[in-house]
Nanobody, 125 residues
Framework: QVHLVESGGGLVQAGGSLRLSCAASGRTFTRYAMGWFRQAPGKEREFVAAISLSGGSTYYADSVKGRFTISRDSAKNTVYLQMNSLKPEDTAVYYC??????????????????WGQGTQVTVSS
């Protein structure tokens, strides 16, 4: 079992930055590829970014490419999402997730086995 806890969300003006963190429990953090997803009001949850088990491969949705950066610190059992140049359309609840069967990383929601509770990001115009 993996327990994931997100933090770092909040209210920011357009053009600003936030860094989300996702702390994972257990010693097996290094066995999991990790990802970030988001869900805006009235919309389905969508992929944002993913990182492989090793950290050597990363993947991004086109809508965030060049603005967001995913990274992981195995010593701290934490994955991060650095979000720059934020836009109002980035407003959503952001979730981190762990994938146990896809060490190279995956962009597909159903491939993830464990999910955090989410953290709210609101970008004002």
């Amino acid at each position: 079992q993996v327990h994931l806890v997100e933090s770092g969300g909040g209210l920011v003006q357009a053009g600003g930055s936030l860094r989300l963190s996702c702390a994972a429990s257990g010693r097996t953090f290094t066995r999991y590829a990790m990802g970030w997803f988001r869900q805006a009001p009235g919309k389905e949850r969508e992929f944002v970014a993913a990182i492989s088990l090793s950290g050597g491969s990363t993947y991004y949705a086109d809508s965030v490419k060049g603005r967001f950066t995913i990274s992981r610190d195995s010593a701290k059992n934490t994955v991060y999402l650095q979000m720059n140049s934020l836009k109002p359309e980035d407003t959503a609840v952001y979730y981190c997730a762990a994938a146990t069967r896809y060490p190279r990383g995956t962009t597909t929601e159903r491939d993830y086995d464990y999910w955090g509770q989410g953290t709210q990001v609101t970008v004002s115009s």
